[in-house]
């Protein structure tokens, strides 16, 4: 069964749902303003946020949440334990279970950090050890809010890449106001402010319609060059390669250089 919400209003931000239906699987952006109900939509999904009207109706899939903050979801003393706190002795001893759980530690580099205290982990390590539980409960949604937070270039990829692996066979929902991360591999999204609406949209149009001030000269000029509709693709501004090919098929075309 498919996740159904119906008029529904969240509370304090005003986001009005009339009725959104969860595509079944894939990696869909959930962007919008400060304050506009993004993360509010993700515990509401999540089954942490209660509402006056309406109906959620999560159609009896498991969701996992990765909250802005991880620290709120942190509760053990260590790595290790917040990771298999949920599992008996014996299932731990299972041969299967034993190479799901290696995998699960060396995606998120936790080998080092194995028995280290939650509490003295870094913001990054702390999201990484969330992404990681998630990973490892393998539930059918997957909510990510801010996944990229105190996270290096090398880590952006790789959660990117696992993403991407994941929304295969599962529904991925990224809240996020990092524009370049996200067009780099995201096609959909939804876009929060006053109304939710039902169809995902797409995300080049999106970032066109809603974007900030350029955060760097590549996004400016293709916005220059969206703006006086010249062909080029609305988010191949994040692959510097592929941005620098454009212009110059654009600047040949336009000078009749052979």
Same mark, same amino acid.
């Given at each position: 069964?498919?996740?159904?919400?119906?008029?529904?209003?969240?509370?304090?931000?005003?986001l009005?749902?009339?009725?959104?239906?969860?595509?079944?699987?894939?990696?869909?952006?959930?962007?919008?303003?400060?304050?506009?109900?993004?993360?509010?939509?993700?515990?509401?999904?999540?089954?942490q946020?209660?509402?006056?009207?309406?109906?959620?109706?999560?159609?009896?899939?498991?969701?996992?949440?990765?909250?802005?903050?991880?620290?709120?979801?942190?509760?053990?003393?260590?790595?290790?334990? $917040?990771? #298999? +706190?949920?599992? /008996?002795?014996?299932?731990?001893?299972?041969?299967?279970? &034993?190479?799901?759980?290696? *995998? !699960?530690?060396?995606?998120?580099?936790? $080998?080092? #950090? +194995?028995?280290? /205290?939650?509490?003295?982990?870094?913001?990054?390590?702390? &999201?990484?050890?969330?992404? *990681? !539980?998630?990973?490892?409960?393998?539930? $059918?949604?997957?909510?990510?809010?801010?996944?990229?937070e105190?996270?290096?270039?090398?880590?952006?990829?790789?959660?990117?890449?696992?993403?991407?692996?994941?929304?295969?066979?599962?529904?991925?929902?990224i809240?996020?106001?990092?524009?370049?991360?996200?067009?780099?591999f995201?096609?959909?999204?939804?876009?929060?402010?006053?109304?939710?609406?039902?169809?995902?949209?797409?995300?080049?149009?999106?970032?066109?319609?809603?974007?900030?001030?350029?955060?760097?000269?590549?996004?400016?000029?293709?916005?220059?060059?969206?703006?006086?509709?010249?062909?080029?693709?609305l988010?191949?501004?994040?692959?510097?390669?592929?941005?620098?090919?454009?212009?110059?098929?654009?600047?040949?075309?336009?000078?009749?250089?052979?």
């Amino acid at each position: 069964m498919a996740i159904i919400v119906k008029d529904v209003t969240l509370p304090f931000s005003g986001l009005h749902i009339a009725q959104w239906i969860a595509p079944p699987r894939g990696a869909y952006a959930v962007m919008g303003p400060n304050g506009s109900g993004k993360s509010q939509w993700l515990a509401l999904l999540a089954g942490q946020l209660r509402v006056r009207s309406g109906t959620v109706d999560l159609g009896g899939h498991r969701v996992g949440w990765v909250m802005q903050q991880p620290e709120h979801q942190l509760s053990e003393e260590s790595v290790s334990r $917040e990771i #298999l +706190w949920p599992f /008996s002795s014996v299932k731990q001893n299972e041969p299967a279970f &034993r190479q799901s759980l290696d *995998a !699960v530690k060396e995606r998120w580099g936790l $080998e080092d #950090l +194995w028995e280290h /205290s939650v509490w003295s982990l870094s913001t990054g390590q702390k &999201r990484r050890l969330v992404c *990681a !539980v998630y990973d490892f409960l393998d539930p $059918e949604v997957f909510l990510l809010d801010e996944p990229t937070e105190g996270l290096d270039v090398t880590w952006k990829s790789r959660i990117r890449d696992w993403i991407i692996a994941r929304s295969e066979n599962h529904l991925m929902l990224i809240v996020s106001h990092d524009w370049p991360w996200v067009l780099s591999f995201v096609s959909q999204g939804y876009w929060c402010e006053g109304v939710l609406d039902n169809i995902p949209q797409d995300l080049g149009e999106m970032w066109y319609a809603h974007s900030l001030p350029p955060s760097s000269p590549l996004e400016s000029l293709w916005r220059t060059l969206c703006e006086r509709g010249a062909p080029v693709g609305l988010r191949d501004w994040v692959d510097p390669h592929t941005a620098a090919q454009q212009v110059v098929s654009l600047w040949k075309t336009q000078s009749n250089v052979r």
